[in-house]
C-alpha cells in the first residue's frame, strides 16, 4: 500500500490535471461563442440572400438587395461582434443593469442601482420608446428590420454566448426598436451635460468662495469672466447638495460628460486631386470594447462606409456615393440645474413664478437579482429632481430640492430622424437641410461633397433662456433662469465655401452668425485648431489624403512654448540642485512634441500638474478635485495679473509667485526618481501615458482586468492635434497620467475616390475576447496606420452569405 504522503500527492496530482482539463474544456467551449463568417446562414425576415465579406481587420462589407435587407444585415453582424456592448448599452439605458449583475450578489446589484437610478430617473429609455411610436415610415422601417437581423442571430447561433453572459448567466431577451433608439439618449447626457459643473460652482458658494473668485476660476480662454447672477447660497440643505455630487461622482463611463474632436475640410483649390478632402477623428472615453464599429454598407441605391455605433442601424460618422460629414462637441450648455422651493404648506407642491404646482410622481420598480425595490421619483416643470435618483441621501421635510432641465429630456427630439437624412443626402445643402430639425446633442458637423462644396454648422437645439447663461443654477420660483424657447436655428453658426477654402473645428469657438450670441462659457482654448490650420497652410494647394492622417498624428503641444517661458522666468537656477537645472535645461531645448519616447513631457506634465494644486489647492480644498483640469490660461492669469493666488492663504508668510513654481519643479523631480529611478534616462512620457481600455465588467474582476483589458503607451496630451487628455490622479505617494479620453477612430475622407478613404480604429472589431479581431488593431491605432474599407481588399474564404429560410 502507498504511504499517506504518496497518496495525498497522487490525489493533489489529479486534483490539479482535472482542474486543467475542466479549464480546458471551459475555454474550448467558449472560444465556440465566436461568430461564424464563412458560408451560409438561413435566417428568418429576409427578402433576398445578403453576402457580408470581411477584411483581414473582420470589417464587414455588406452586399444587399434593398434597405431592409441591408438593415437586418447590420443588426446580425453587430450581434455577432458586439453583443455584450448591445446588452450593457440598453440596460444602462433603461436602468436594468442590477438586475443581470446581482446574480452575482446582492452587494454587486447594489453598487450598479445608483446607474439604474439615474437613467430610470431621468426617463432615457421612456423618451426612447415615445420617438419610436411617432417614428416616421422610413425610420420604423430601419429600426424594426435591424432589429429583426439582431434577433435573426441570436435565433440562429451556435455555441456559447460571449463570456460576460456566461459569467452573469445571463440569456439576452429578444431586441427591440427603442433598443436602438436609447443610445442617442445616452450620448445626449454625455456630451450635452454640464450640469456637474453648475453644481462644481454652487459647491464653491457653499464653502465660502466669492462670486469674484469664482468668476476668476472660470474665465475663458480669451479672458473673459463669466457675468455672476444673483448668489443663491443657503437656498439647498447641505445633504441636497450632496445627494447630487455624489450622483455627478458615480457617473460611469458612458453617461458622464466627456467629448471633444478634431474636423476639418479643405476645398479642392487645396488638394492635389482637385476635389475636397474632410478628416475626422472623435474625442470620447477611451473604453473596452471600442464605442465604434467599421462597416460598409452596399445596396443599389447608393454606399455607406465608416463608423457604425452597435446597437444603432445608421452611419454615425462617414461617406455615402456623394457626401462625407464628421462631428464635434460645440461644448454648448444645454443643462441647467434649478432650485426648486417646496411649497412649505403641502410638500407635494413646489412653488413657480405662477403660483404653486404639484409634483410629478412616478413609481419605479428595480430587480437586484431576484428581489426587488421599488423608488418614486418627482419631476418639476423643469425637469426630473436629481437628489431623488439618489435615494440613499434623500431628505426628509426639504425646503428645496434641484431639478435638471436638458435639451435632451425636452419633448420633440428628431435626431435620429436627422442622420437617416443624413445618410441619404446627395449634396452639402442637402446635408444642412436634413440637420435643420437635429436637436440633441448639439454637434458642430462638417461636410464636402464631390461636386466640390465643404461646409460647417452647429446643429441642434439651443435654449433661450429669459436671463443669463446658464452658468449658475437658476431660483426656480422666480423664473428669471427660465427657458423660453429655442434659439432661431438662422443665428447659429453656418460656414459654407468660405474664401480661405477650408473649415476647422477642434472645440474652440465657431465664428457665429450673429455675434451676440452667447452659446457657453466652456469652450476649449485654440490650440489644436491653430496647430491644425498652421499645418493646413503648409500643405498648400497640393494636401493629400495621407498628410491628412499625418496631421491627425501631430504630437505638437502648442501650449508648451508660452507656459514653459512663463514658467522658467519664475525660477532662480542658483535655489535648484544641478539634477533640476539639467532637467530645467531639457524643457528649454524641448521642440514641445509629446512623444512616448520623451522624458520632457513627463517632467512638464507633473510640474504643471502640481503647480496647479499648489496655487489653487489653498482656496478650493477638498474641492481642488472637482478643479484638476490644468489649463494654460489659468497659469497665464495668475503668474501676470493676479499673483495673488500663488500666495498659500493657510501661512503667515505672504509667498510670490516664485515659491510655488519652484516646489511644484522640486517635488516633480523627487516623485519622478522615487518611482521611475534615479537615472533620467528611464523616465519617459510612455510609462506614464498609457492608453487603457477598461472594459464595464473585467476591469472590476482581479487578475481578469490585467488579462482582458488593454494598456498600451501613446503619444499626444490635452492640446495635441493627436489627443490623449490624461486623468490626473496626484496622491501623497504616487501619480499617473493614463490616456483615458482621445480619438477611438480616426478617418479622412478623399471625395476624389471615396473607396480611397482611410480609417484607424482602436482595439479591433471584435468585443469577444476569444476572437482574432479582439484587440489586433490596437498597435496600429497607437501608431498612426490606416486602412481602406473597400472591397477589393476582402477575401472570399471570409464571405458570410445570408439567405432566406
Known sequence: MLGWGKRLGLGLLFVFLGLNFGLAGLLVWLSGSTPKIEGDVLVDGLTAPVTVARNDAGVPMIQAGSDGDAYFALGYVHAQDRLWQMESMRRIGAGRMAEIVGTLSASAGDSVLPFDRLTRGLGLYRRAEEIYQRASPDLKLALERYADGVNAYLNTRDGALPPEFVVLFHEPEPWKPADSLVWQQLMAGQLGSNWPAELNRLRMIEAGLGPDQIAFLFQAPDSRKPDMPPLLQGLLFPGEIDAATRLAAALP???????ASNAWALSGSKTESGKPLLAND???????????YLARIETPDDTLAGVTVPGVPFLILGHNNHIAWGFTTPLADTQDLFIEHVDPNDPARYLTPDGNQTFEIREERFRIGDREVSETFRTTRNGPV????????????QKTVLALSATSLKPGDNSVESVLLLNRARSVDEAIEALSDFSSPPQNVTLADKDGAIALLLAGRMPERKTGEGFMPADGATGSGDWIGWIDSDRLPLIRNPDSHMVVQANDHVARRDPALSLSREFVAPFRTERIHERLQEFGSGATAQAQTDLQMDNFSSDVQHTRELLLRHLDPEALSDLERDMVEKLRQWNGEMRRDRLEPLVYTLWTALLHRKIFGDELGYLISDYKRVYPHMFDAVLTDAQEWCDDIRSTIVEPCTVPVRDSLQEAIARLSAKFGQNPEDWRWGKAHESRFRHLLWSRVPFLDKLLDTQIATDGGDFTVNRGSPAVQISETDFSFYNVHGAGIRAVYDLSDLDASLFSLSLGQ?????????????EAWANGR???ISTSEVSSERTLTLRPN
Open 386 to 397: 436629481l437628489s431623488d435618483i439618489w435615494s440613499d441621501a434623500r431628505q426628509r421635510g
Open 766 to 778: 471584435s468585443g469577444n475576447p476569444f476572437s482574432e479581431f479582439y484587440h489586433d488593431q490596437a
Open 282 to 292: 472623435p474625442h470620447l472615453r477611451l473604453t473596452n470594447p471600442n464605442l465604434w
Open 786 to 788: 490606416y486602412r481602406r
Open 253 to 259: 463611463a458612458r453617461i458622464a460628460a466627456g467629448g
